[in-house]
């Protein structure tokens, strides 16, 4: 079930499956890079105006699932009108774009494709995107494609998250907590 909390506005209910902070990992085969399993972490807030803002973090996993170096950071505006879903995002690699897309008849998904980006000069060929959000059986997944102007459209990355609750959402009145916090549990 997807809560709708205080505050959200209407235009943005369609985007209220995303709010939150999601876990997981996921296969990235980045261009020029091996292919390697990646942890990754996203997060939706919004704070009354008429965006949500979008940031995420991904870092290379070893063959026990410890972290070995950051892979991609991206920070971002996500804005609904009508059906129509657009973007405005900027990664840590040098590059910012412009997305538009669509949300799904009757269920939270959404499409995405570049409509406009720029890159500044040290960062890595790049020339567009799709990616596909979808939220399933209390997850979000996702899959991105990227085309360079040497390479065409392929994926890239994909993740299967999962929500990550925070404890305090369980009790709205802390008070009702015994001193000791144990009995509680029990």
């Known amino acids: ?49 008429d965006f949500l803002e979008y940031a995420s973090h991904t ?18 505006y996500w804005r609904v009108s009508e059906r129509t ?12 774009e412009v997305w538009y897309g669509e949300l799904a008849e009757g269920k939270p998904q959404i499409d995405l494709a570049t409509d406009t980006m720029a890159r500044i000069g040290g960062s890595p060929e790049y020339s567009g995107g799709k990616r596909l959000y979808g939220y399933v059986k209390g997850e979000l997944l996702w899959v991105g494609e990227m085309a360079t102007p040497s390479q ?17 959402e369980w009790v709205k009145d802390l008070t009702d907590l015994p001193d000791d916090g144990v009995a509680f549990f029990k």
């Open 59 to 76: 870092w290379e996993l070893d063959d026990e699932g410890r972290k070995v170096r950051p892979l991609e950071s991206e920070h971002g």
């Open 1 to 49: 079930m997807i809560e709708i909390p205080s505050g959200l506005r209407p235009e943005l209910v369609p985007l209220a499956f995303l709010l939150g902070t999601w876990q997981g990992a996921g296969v990235a085969d980045l261009p020029g890079e091996p292919q390697c399993h990646f942890g990754q972490e996203m997060t939706f807030t919004h704070d009354g105006r």
């Open 85 to 96: 879903v657009e973007v405005v995002m900027v990664r840590d690699r040098g590059v910012v």
């Open 152 to 168: 065409p459209l392929r994926p890239y990355m994909s993740a299967q998250l999962k929500k990550v609750v925070d404890p305090r």
